[in-house]
């Protein structure tokens, strides 16, 4: 297998999807212990449906974390892969699951740096 290409602002990218993942898990907690409210596009009828969706969103933004914790590995068998694809996708499930806007601009522009590196 190839070796993983490194990008340019590698750190810039690290710290960014490492701080909207830690931002989008404050905002679950916050919502999951009733201070704030739960900032999701998902529709909540019932409070199953709310804990399920806080529950969900929690795994993700930990997920969000780990990949921009993760150690380099030869054989490329990490569990979130650390690609510009991957904070977008990690974007748009943090809004769907109530992670909130500002831990999606985050990634976003963590996105958008990894992209532009990628490509220039």
Known sequence: MSEREHY???TL???????????????????????????S???????????III?????????????GLRKESKNGNEIVPFHWIT?????????IFGGGIIACILLVIAFILGL???FV
């Open 8 to 10: 340019k602002y590698e």
């Open 13 to 39: 990218i690290k710290i960014l999807v490492i701080l909207g993942g830690i931002v989008g898990l404050i905002f679950q907690i916050v919502a999951l212990a009733g201070i704030s409210y739960f900032p």
């Open 41 to 51: 596009i998902l529709p909540t009828y019932f409070a199953g449906a709310f804990i």
């Open 55 to 67: 529950i969900v969103g929690i795994v993700i933004s930990v997920l969000t974390i780990i990949c």
């Open 87 to 95: 904070f977008l996708v990690l974007a748009i499930l943090l809004v």
């Open 116 to 118: 532009i590196d990628e």
